[in-house]
């Protein structure tokens, strides 16, 4: 069965979008700023053709690139695997003989999440091959990595008492591990406290003073309010992180069972995961049954820590490769 998978429409959109705002500032802005201010070229006639001459130019570049140079489409089939640019196929690789592996790069402004640069890798015995995944949604990525890399353990297959055994385990994960050091919380505990002790005792100077503006009394009060509520706020967001962390997760030949919910493989549409080889500051499981319902759980972080959440993650991955029907676990890749 063949299936494709390509950049998205959206993305393409966006980049045209950009591309026609972008061609006209740098059309005005060039000539002003390189032949009139810094050559001292004062002819309007030659800054108007320059103008004009680079919107031409620019404009081309821009549709050429959002329609035919830009895109990629990946073909797919049981034995191969080919990259299309454009109306050609520039690379064919059989599955038997190549790796395929991805790269996800997060990208920040100003330590705002931007966007995410997906890149595919193809290793044979003689190259790797790097390709931008350009204008690829985070979907259309998964979708795509979960064909050419699918997480499966060739070869194993449970047969018998002994292989049943070998996928079937239960994981015990620690949700108060989550939580914030105990020696941290103590020191922002004592903070927290001795910055309400002092606004009470500020407030009740204050009160007591007849010179007192009461405005003044006014912003201390809102500003204790504020305080409260942003710690309010924290304090619930860590209890709730710990309440959808599971106590525990078993994995068997037929059934994955989170806590006290129990679904059999058939129930399942896909199961999607973070690789264990992210090392940010959240793990997910994302279980999708065939009827379209979607129940998301925390795993913890990946980063290294002393007393981690689930501290047999990667096993955890391995053995759901193994015991759940081909196609069915993907890396989740955002």
Do not use: C
Not at 52 to 70: A, D, K, P, S
Not at 156 to 179: C, I, K, M, W, Y
Not at 190 to 214: C, H, Q, R
């Amino acid at each position: 069965m063949e299936r494709v998978y390509s950049s998205g429409i959206g993305g393409r959109v966006a980049a045209l979008v950009v591309g026609i705002v972008a061609v006209p500032l740098v059309a005005i802005g060039a000539p002003l700023l390189l032949l009139q201010q810094i050559l001292h070229v004062r002819d309007s006639k030659l800054l108007i053709a320059v103008s004009v001459g680079i919107m031409i130019v620019g404009g081309l570049w821009v549709l050429v690139h959002v329609f035919v140079t830009g895109p990629i489409r990946f073909d797919t089939d049981a034995r191969s695997v080919r990259l299309r640019r454009g109306l050609r196929v520039t690379n064919e690789w059989q599955r038997a003989a190549t790796v395929f592996g991805s790269l996800v790069t997060r990208q920040t402004t100003n330590g705002i999440p931007s966007g995410s640069q997906r890149v595919v890798y193809a290793t044979t015995a003689n190259e790797r091959v790097e390709v931008p995944a350009r204008w690829f949604s985070a979907k259309a990525f998964n979708d795509l990595m979960a064909d050419l890399a699918p997480i499966t353990a060739p070869g194993v297959v449970a047969e018998g008492g002994q292989a049943s055994a070998e996928r079937s385990h239960t994981f015990t994960l620690d949700p108060q591990a989550s939580r914030v050091q105990k020696p941290l919380r103590i020191v922002i505990g004592v903070l927290v406290a001795a910055f309400f002790v002092s606004i009470g005792v500020f407030a009740v100077y204050l009160v007591s003073d007849d010179t007192t503006d009461p405005e003044a009394v006014v912003f201390l009060a809102a500003v204790a309010l504020f305080v409260a509520i942003v710690v309010l706020i924290v304090a619930v967001a860590g209890r709730r992180r710990v309440a959808r962390i599971p106590k525990s997760i078993t994995v068997t030949g037929s059934t994955l069972q989170v806590d006290g919910q129990v679904l059999y493989w058939g129930q399942l549409a896909s199961v999607e995961l973070t690789p264990p080889s992210y090392s940010g500051n959240r793990r997910q499981l994302t279980l999708v049954e065939k009827v379209g319902t979607r129940t998301g759980y925390q795993l913890g972080s990946g980063a290294a820590a002393a007393k981690p959440v689930f501290a047999d993650y990667a096993r955890f991955v391995e053995l759901l490769g193994r015991s759940a029907p081909e196609g069915t676990v993907r890396f989740d890749l955002r």
